[in-house]
């Protein structure tokens, strides 16, 4: 079963959480096209939610085309990841990279720590011990 970490000291919804914890398991390949998600009573149980809050989540990834919903059935990875037209993909990049500025600069880290992080994540997701070269 996939390990999920939930944080109420962060601020960020519980839903919100769960929601990017599904997207980076998609993302790095741990959850793969087809591949069944837990039911909703069992995640809610497991991880001491409400139900609601596994359901808000559920449909907002379903509505993203992220997981698909089969009533009845239970969720799954979507066969067919989206992709965000262009403009779309700019503007949330802006915003993501505008939060991480802020926050290495709120803890002292300076612009190449933020940079090599970024390039760790993202080397991490494509399954690589070697971050990604700067400008490529």
């Known amino acids: 079963m996939l390990h999920f970490q939930l944080n109420v000291h962060?601020?960020?919804?519980?839903?919100r959480q769960l929601m990017d914890q599904i997207r980076h398991y998609v993302a790095s390949g741990a959850l793969a096209a087809g591949d069944a998600l837990p039911s909703i009573r069992e995640l809610a149980r497991a991880l001491a939610v409400n139900p609601t809050t596994i359901v808000?989540?559920?449909g907002e990834l379903g509505h993203e085309g992220v997981i698909d919903i089969r009533h009845g059935r239970?969720?799954?990875v979507a066969e067919l990841q989206p992709v965000w037209p262009a403009a779309r993909r700019r503007e949330r990049l802006q915003v993501l990279a505008s939060?991480?500025?802020?926050?290495?600069?709120q803890m002292g880290a300076s612009d190449p720590e933020a940079l090599d992080a970024l390039r760790g994540a993202l080397a991490e997701l494509n399954g690589s011990n070697h971050p990604t070269p700067p400008n490529s």
């Open 99 to 105: 939060q991480l500025a802020v926050e290495a600069r």
């Open 74 to 76: 239970g969720a799954f």
């Open 10 to 15: 962060t601020g960020v919804p519980v839903y």
């Open 56 to 58: 808000k989540a559920y």
